[in-house]
């Protein structure tokens, strides 16, 4: 098709006459039509202009559940770095080790994390990260940024693998400058281990290997909740327990150094506090790693805060596995306990709630005692001033009973004595 011919007037207005010819009209309707499609796309924001607003659109895309975790949690994760005497080895066994970084070779130091926990500048973190030191400070902030601080010990719960921390806000930094702005201090957002997902995202903020990789910034890991409720081998053979019951089991890497820092969900609340790793090789992985459940560490926060220690239980009550023979000869059914009440002392939680001696332990918490450690296992975690549900079997009736848990008198008078917490 020949392209067509636009006529042009003798007075030379080419202009006019353009816009008049059937051609120059479908253009400017063209033109119009694009505009307009070009103001719709503005206006909705499905397109944007070239420059800074299409790198900041382009940026937002990126950002997923994961990114928008770590946004809400890092801010709240501290580095501290430990000096003291010469640190043993631990009681661990060949399938354990602790993930903080110890200094070898006539070193003094090691490196674990910890979070910010409430208000206060109270850092939460592993009992075997602080554990020995005699100088501890907190890396608060990244690298640019960030200062270093003192920190004091106001509590540790070995028997949950916990202590609580706290920085001075007054105290000069590592650049001598004087105080410390409270937007630095940013308490972690708090989750509920209980509703936890096996297979959910599971974000790891620590600072694996710390001066080793040439920072002391947190890094990430990420995994999924492999599994809940998960029970570890006491660290001391001599106990029946250790410090590792209930735990959160998750594939996210938590390396030397990681210790004491959180492990965050998708929402970046803190469900967890890295503690532990699981290895046939001992400086190898193996992809398996744990968490206390943040549930614990809370109350066990509040007591380390209060009182500086976790408050011993009491119930007041001795019990003991009896043969199954002699179980035979007094007539209880097996299904019906193996535990008798050999002791109660007078006045005790357990006397005020009914029990006597020669009673059937048969339910603890609606569980089954079917031993002295698997009812030492069910009362593990009691606070004082809780309630505990039981159920025995006297003269042949089943009796229920609810024991009101109080603090141990001995520990309570030697907590006493040594008096409150010291805290700022």
């Not at 694009?34 to 895309?61: I, K």
């Not at 210790?259 to 929402?267: C, D, E, K, Q, R």
């Not at 009736?397 to 603090?407: M, S």
Request: charged fraction near 20%; aromatic fraction near 6%.
């Amino acid at each position: 098709m020949e392209a067509p011919v636009i006529p042009r007037a003798v007075d030379g207005s080419v202009t006019r006459r353009f816009w008049q010819h059937p051609a120059g009209g479908g253009l400017l309707a063209g033109i119009g039509l694009g505009c307009a499609m070009l103001a719709v796309a503005l206006a909705t924001g499905r397109l944007v202009l070239p420059g800074r607003d299409a790198v900041f659109e382009l940026r937002q895309s990126r950002k997923s559940a994961i990114v928008r975790a770590v946004e809400s949690a890092h801010r709240s994760v501290v580095t501290i770095r430990a000096e003291g005497g010469r640190r043993e080895s631990s009681p661990v066994d060949d399938l354990l080790w602790l993930p903080f970084n110890v200094g070898r070779d006539g070193d003094y130091h090691w490196v674990g994390s910890g979070f910010f926990i409430g208000t206060g500048g109270f850092i939460l973190t592993n009992d075997h990260v602080v554990e020995g030191a005699e100088h501890l400070v907190v890396s608060v902030g990244d690298a640019s940024q960030g200062m270093s601080l003192t920190a004091e010990r106001v509590g540790s719960a070995p028997q949950f693998d916990l202590a609580l921390l706290q920085v001075d806000p007054l105290a000069a930094d590592a650049s001598g400058a004087l105080g410390a702005p409270q937007s630095q201090f940013v308490p972690a957002r708090l989750g509920d281990s209980d509703d936890l997902m096996v297979g959910e995202w599971a974000i790891a903020i620590g600072s694996p290997f710390g001066a080793e990789l040439g920072s002391l910034d947190p890094s990430v890991s990420v995994g999924v909740i492999s599994a809940v409720r998960r029970d570890l081998p006491p660290t001391d053979p001599v106990q029946t327990l250790g410090p590792y019951l209930e735990m959160i089991q998750t594939d996210a890497a938590i390396n030397e150094g990681n210790s004491g820092g959180p492990l965050v969900n998708a929402n970046g609340e803190v469900v967890g506090v890295n503690a532990v790793n699981f290895s046939t090789v001992r400086q190898g992985s193996t992809g398996i790693h744990f968490a206390i459940p943040i549930n614990t560490a809370k109350w066990v926060a509040a007591e380390l805060r209060q009182y500086g220690a976790v408050r011993k239980p009491w119930i007041g009550w001795s019990v003991s596995e009896i043969d199954p023979e002699v179980q035979a000869r007094l007539q209880v059914p097996e299904d019906q306990g193996t535990l008798r009440v050999t002791q109660i002392v007078p006045g005790s939680p357990a006397d005020q709630a009914g029990i006597r001696v020669d009673d059937w332990l048969t339910s603890i918490r609606g569980l089954d005692p079917y031993s002295k450690a698997r009812a030492e296992r069910i009362l593990f975690g009691t606070s004082a001033d809780s309630d505990v549900p039981v159920e025995v079997l006297r003269d042949g009736h089943l009796r229920r009973a609810v024991i009101h848990v109080i603090e141990d008198p001995q520990s309570r008078a030697d907590r006493e004595a040594r008096g409150a917490p010291r805290t700022r």
